[in-house]
């Protein structure tokens, strides 16, 4: 069974970067797609992007302007780069894995069954 585990959320300054990770533990085997969603206070959760086992990312939406999201070689950690951060960022921030569907990597929430518990992204004007 595959875990994962956020970290690096907290709180900054508008116009600041952080760098969210997910550390996956189990059954590494378990999955070749890592996604990246948000919920802001409020909201339903919302796409980032996903990367696959290949470190071919895909972004939803305009999310590629600030965005970027890599793998590490082992494909352990998967990484969420927020630059540029708004108010409006503030959310709460997941990763979620599975496998390819048909060779490609889904975007939407309901194609995720395993979660991480989020870290929570505060951006103070």
Avoid at 33 to 60: H, N
Avoid at 84 to 113: F, K, M
Wanted: charged share 20%.
């Amino acid at each position: 069974q595959v875990q994962l585990v956020e970290s690096g959320g907290g709180s900054v300054q508008a116009g600041g970067s952080l760098k969210l990770s997910c550390a996956v533990s189990g059954d590494t085997d378990s999955g070749s797609c890592m996604a990246w969603f948000r919920q802001l206070p409020g909201k339903r959760r919302e796409s980032v992007g996903v990367i696959d086992s290949d470190g071919r990312a895909t972004y939803a939406g305009s999310m590629r302007e600030r965005f970027a999201i890599s793998i590490d070689t082992a494909k352990t950690t998967a990484y969420l780069q927020i630059n540029g951060l708004r108010p409006d960022d503030a959310a709460l921030y997941y990763c979620a894995t599975r496998w390819r569907i048909n060779g490609q990597c889904p975007t939407g929430e309901r194609d995720y069954q395993v979660w991480g518990q989020g870290t929570q992204v505060t951006v103070s004007p």
